[in-house]
């Protein structure tokens, strides 16, 4: 296996640090070394590029030119923060004014492997290994996958295969739902929180209607979205939802037998997580 660093660095971390503790905890579960990339920017988010776009790039690249110094290649803990890099190595790749000033201010490989967590799973550790360990299967549950805002947005990065083919190993089954492609309002959330949530609780409950037990999520900020403030959504559109929120680690402990709330990260959940 090639060497990966973590970029666990990622957004409202009170709120989202189960995303980060399932995923190293599943590193060390599988014995595999991806040390979290230190002293590193947090992610300020896709949604940011609007705003200031070269503040967007330049933190970005700054957390490019530490992989680089690494000498390694990046994980992604979630992926808004891989959409987030990959915009701005692309960016580097094909925009030469752009490559000339940050190559003042950093150095930063051109060949670096930005990977989501599910790729890396599926690529990298390989479907055999997950399959090795599985104690428990999801096969009587229904579950919604969403991918977020901007994976549903920037269609060059919205592959979902590789979540597909981790949920299904671990037998859980997939309900389809009309708002899968409806960004869940985080990035209007400052804002305009009542359209904000009103975007979330129209999606939470599009998905509870269509009977899963819960959500699996991709990102961040979709976690804070479901999670955070499900009560928030609940007010908003007049409608108990009460339905769990994971992570793809999250998920994967579980299946093999991990059932230690405080060890995945589950405890720190604002709605009660009840499979276990």
Do not use: W
């Not at 096969?139 to 083919?165: I, M, T």
């Amino acid at each position: 296996m090639k060497k990966y660093v973590l970029y666990d660095s990622i957004i409202d971390v009170n709120s989202t640090s189960p995303l980060v503790k399932s995923t190293n905890k599943l590193f060390r579960f599988l014995n595999i070394k991806v040390p979290s990339l230190k002293n590193v920017p947090r992610d300020i988010g896709c949604e940011s590029i609007g705003l200031d776009e070269n503040a967007f790039h330049d933190a970005n690249a700054k957390i490019l030119s530490l992989v680089t110094e690494a000498k390694s290649d990046i994980v992604c803990a979630e992926d808004s923060s891989f959409l987030s890099l990959n915009l701005t190595l692309s960016k580097l790749k094909e925009d030469e004014k752009f490559k000339s000033a940050m190559e003042e201010k950093y150095q930063i490989s051109p060949e670096i492997n930005i990977l989501s967590l599910a790729d890396f799973l599926v690529n990298e550790v390989g479907i055999t290994k997950i399959k090795k360990n599985i104690k428990n299967s999801f096969e009587k549950f229904n579950a919604a996958l969403y991918l977020g805002s901007y994976q549903c947005q920037v269609k060059r990065y919205s592959d979902n295969s590789n979540y597909n083919k981790l949920l299904e190993t671990i037998g859980l089954n997939l309900v389809d739902y009309d708002l899968k492609n409806q960004v869940c309002g985080y990035e209007i959330n400052d804002v305009n929180s009542a359209l904000s949530y009103k975007l979330a609780g129209s999606l939470m409950l599009d998905i509870f209607d269509n009977a899963a037990d819960f959500v699996v999520i991709s990102d961040a900020r979709s976690f804070v979205m479901f999670d955070k403030h499900q009560k928030e959504l609940e007010k908003r559109v007049g409608r108990d939802i009460d339905l769990s929120v994971f992570g793809i680690a999250e998920l994967l402990l579980l299946s093999f037998g991990v059932v230690n709330k405080s060890d995945i990260g589950l405890d720190n959940h604002a709605v009660e997580v009840k499979l276990i």
